[in-house]
């Protein structure tokens, strides 16, 4: 007779225990240091806030109880990682940030927790470092799908660069009448994303609904040392105006403060309205505006940026 099928729930539960056994989720002082995973967690999340959280937000990001979630609050606030404020935008609010002090316990945490991936996976060959890493985004994939047209943003794979250029140079012509030499110039970059592309410090989000492509947005290695790039930010007419660039950008913002990066550049063109209205809420500033025909017309390119 053919042996009963494993439990799924008994295997997960198994799992479970032995990998927060292994990784030790459960010590008082994770990694040896002065804090718990818990306030570990809540310092990751304030350092790759795009701005202040508002404790109900950092809970939610967190994954924590307010209650609990308050506690370590106050003790990061009487130790000087962070300092609370009224927020700008509803002065009944109250919002949160890591100090310099707090920024840079988050900067030797970070270190302490790659080195201790590294000497948990150090005696693993290259060909089980891919099978252990592609099992984890495997299970990471199926439990984090998105539920039935809800935008999920995913990282780029096979196919994606045909569909950027293509979207970007049939949008681009309806809409402002570029032609193919607009399209020969997002190829390149597409071209030059895939051949030098460094996924430790760069990355392409591919937004998408129910296996619809609704957008695009790409953060590369910039011109000048610890300057990331913004490069081709595109919203399909579908989802415009349901926040998705706004996204899209914050998503571009906190990988980058979590890479070390110093700040954000990006080029646009100041017809581009609605896009450079993202990048100003998004805490950009112009920075520069240069008259040019790089693609066959006139047009003003804008040099923004943004210190992280």
């Known amino acids: 007779m ?10 997960i539960r198994g799992f479970n225990r032995f990998y927060t056994r292994r990784i030790g989720a459960l010590d008082d002082a994770h990694l040896g240091g002065p804090f718990s995973l818990a306030e570990c967690r809540v310092l ?7 701005t202040p959280l508002t404790p109900t937000q950092a809970a939610e990001r967190a994954g924590l109880d307010p209650g609990y979630l308050s506690r370590i609050l106050k003790r990061f606030e009487a130790e000087g990682l962070a300092v609370g404020a009224r927020s700008a935008e509803d002065g009944r ?3 949160i940030g890591l100090t310099p002090q707090g920024h840079a316990a988050y900067e030797q945490l970070r270190g302490e927790a790659e080195g201790a991936v590294e000497a948990m996976i150090g005696a693993l060959s290259g060909e ?3 099978r252990l890493t592609a099992a984890m985004g495997e299970i990471a994939s199926l439990l984090d799908a998105p539920a039935p047209g809800q935008i999920r943003l995913r990282p780029h794979r096979v196919g994606d660069m045909g569909w950027v250029i293509e979207r ?3 949008l681009y012509a309806r809409d402002y009448g570029w032609d193919e030499r607009f399209e020969a110039l997002v190829a390149r970059i597409c071209a030059d994303f895939i051949e030098a592309f460094d996924p430790a410090r760069e990355r392409c989000w591919i937004a998408e609904r129910d296996g619809v492509r609704l957008g695009s947005v790409f953060i590369v290695q910039g011109d000048h040392p610890g300057e990331a790039k913004l490069r081709l930010l595109l919203i399909e007419p579908s989802a415009r105006g349901l926040g998705l660039g706004k996204r899209l950008v914050g998503e571009c913002i906190a990988f980058a403060r979590a890479c070390g990066y110093d700040g954000i550049s990006l080029w646009t063109q100041s017809i581009l309205t609605a896009a ?5 809420a998004a805490g950009f500033e112009l920075v520069d505006q240069t ?3 790089t693609i066959g017309v006139p047009l003003i390119g804008e040099t923004w940026r943004l210190r992280l």
């Open 2 to 11: 053919p042996e009963p099928a494993a439990d799924p729930v008994a295997l």
């Open 276 to 280: 450079r209205g993202i990048y100003a």
């Open 44 to 50: 990751h999340e304030l350092a790759v806030a795009c």
């Open 168 to 170: 970007h140079a049939a």
């Open 93 to 95: 609010s109250r919002v």
């Open 128 to 130: 089980a470092r891919a």
């Open 291 to 293: 008259p040019h025909m």
